[in-house]
């Protein structure tokens, strides 16, 4: 089963876990947002809303928030030294769809639990090392920089040679 539908000014096609990437929306990490603006639902028969599927909703999970990279705005104007320089960085979403839903049913408020990974201390502790061990036998490397100016090698002397006269 698939939907497509509408947030940030984009239409999307999904299916069940998928994930992608929208225009910011209102959320913590972790909660269900729910998508009303359907415009066709799909799978053994498609549907098409006029212009949206009545009872339709897409639920998401939001897994995280962003931004993306810098895009630079630069206009010029030749030989009237004019020059504009604006940067911006576009907030996104990442969402995990949850379910496609159909004749007004409500989702399930709980997102699914996701397999945890095992913290590395807890798997040392399995095999019977502590981690101090290891770390003992390895020299330990200072990442400290200093705020001192590097010293800069002499200027060469830009003075023209002497024209005329050679020694």
């Not at 998928?18 to 799909?42: M, Q, T, Y």
């Not at 809303?49 to 009872?55: I, L, Q, R």
């Not at 960085?89 to 095992?118: N, V």
């Not at 981690?131 to 060469?156: I, L, R, T, W, Y």
Request: aromatic share 4%; hydrophobic share 35%.
């Amino acid at each position: 089963m698939f939907a497509v539908f509408k947030t940030g000014g984009k239409q999307y096609r999904v299916a069940a876990e998928d994930v992608l990437k929208v225009s910011k929306v209102k959320g913590e990490p972790g909660e269900i947002v729910e998508f009303g603006e359907v415009l066709v639902v799909g799978g053994d028969s498609v549907t098409l809303g006029a212009p949206t599927v009545a009872g339709a909703t897409v639920a998401a999970e939001v897994l995280q928030h962003g931004r993306g990279a810098k895009i630079i705005a630069f206009k010029k104007r030749r030989r009237k030294n004019s020059r504009r320089k604006v940067g911006s960085r576009q907030e996104f979403t990442m969402l995990r769809i949850t379910e496609i839903l159909t004749d007004g049913k409500k989702p399930s408020k709980e997102a699914k639990p996701r397999p945890k990974r095992a913290a590395a201390p807890a798997a040392a502790a399995e095999a019977g090392t502590t981690g101090e061990e290891e770390n003992a036998s390895k020299p330990k490397v200072s990442a400290k920089k200093s705020n001192k100016p590097k010293a800069k090698a002499p200027a060469k002397s830009k003075k023209p040679a002497a024209k005329g006269k050679k020694k």
